[in-house]
């Protein structure tokens, strides 16, 4: 199958501190990892993706790490700021000629100020 | 550069009715795929389309259509709405290379009520 298994679902923390959102996918032909943070009422943005070839990446405070053996891909991130506050998505998609993104539950992410 | 932009933003209908929302792609891309988002969830893919043909789908049942148009715009139809219809419908576009499409960028959806 093509489930994606998301945890938390929720996640407080202090301004300043880290976070780390963690999925796991059954499909071994996954080759393709994005994460989407959506605010309240509005559209999923891609805020980092990581490809199968590669173990981890990272943009500013955000870094994704994948872990092909174990099936599971991170998202951690650094010095939070309230403004991070948001749902945040993980998603696979199967490798050449797979068209669709799988989607986790999502976690609620609350950076206290 | 222009992003994905979608019509209308909400929409009201009863059940069994037949409802059509729209989805311009962002500047440069010719690959569309439509998700619905329940309250609470992640979106679930619903269709891809490719040069105006649809070439993927999810588990949807076929009362759930589509359309693309030689500009890459993008039509989903639903007939026979039911109540578990309702949600947020999300159009994602994305530049196809080669036998894979790459990186998906959301519209901001439009919200679907059936009463």
């Known amino acids: 199958g093509e489930n994606v298994e998301q945890h938390p679902s929720t996640l407080s923390v202090q301004e300043g501190d880290s976070a780390v959102i963690k999925c796991t996918y059954s499909?071994?032909?996954?080759?393709?990892f994005p994460w989407y943070k959506q605010e309240l009422g509005k559209r999923p943005q891609l805020i980092i993706d990581?490809?199968?070839?590669?173990g981890e990446k990272k943009d500013q405070r955000i870094a994704v790490t994948l872990n092909k053996t174990a099936k599971h891909f991170s998202l951690h991130i650094t010095e939070t700021q309230p403004e991070d506050s948001a749902v945040y998505f993980c998603?696979?998609?199967?490798?050449?000629?797979?068209?669709?993104?799988?989607f986790g539950k999502g976690t609620k992410l609350s950076v206290i100020p | 550069e222009t992003g994905v932009t979608q019509s209308p933003t909400h929409l009201i209908k009863t059940r069994g009715q037949q409802v059509t929302l729209r989805c311009s792609s962002q500047s440069g891309h010719n690959t569309v795929s439509w998700y619905q988002q329940a309250l609470g969830q992640g979106p679930q893919f619903i269709f891809q389309?490719?040069?105006?043909?649809?070439?993927g789908r999810g588990n949807f049942p076929p009362r759930f259509s589509g359309l693309q148009f030689p500009n890459y715009s993008s039509e989903l139809n639903v007939n026979a709405l039911e109540l578990d219809d309702s949600a947020l419908y999300l159009c994602?576009?994305?530049?196809?290379?080669?036998?894979?499409?790459?990186?998906?960028?959301f519209g901001p959806g439009t919200r679907l009520t059936v009463l």
């Open positions: 499909d071994s032909a996954s080759n393709y």
């Open positions: 994602a576009s994305s530049p196809q290379r080669g036998l894979s499409t790459d990186t998906q960028y």
């Open positions: 990581i490809r199968s070839n590669v």
């Open positions: 389309y490719y040069r105006e043909e649809e070439n």
């Open positions: 998603a696979q998609r199967k490798g050449a000629g797979s068209y669709q993104l799988t």
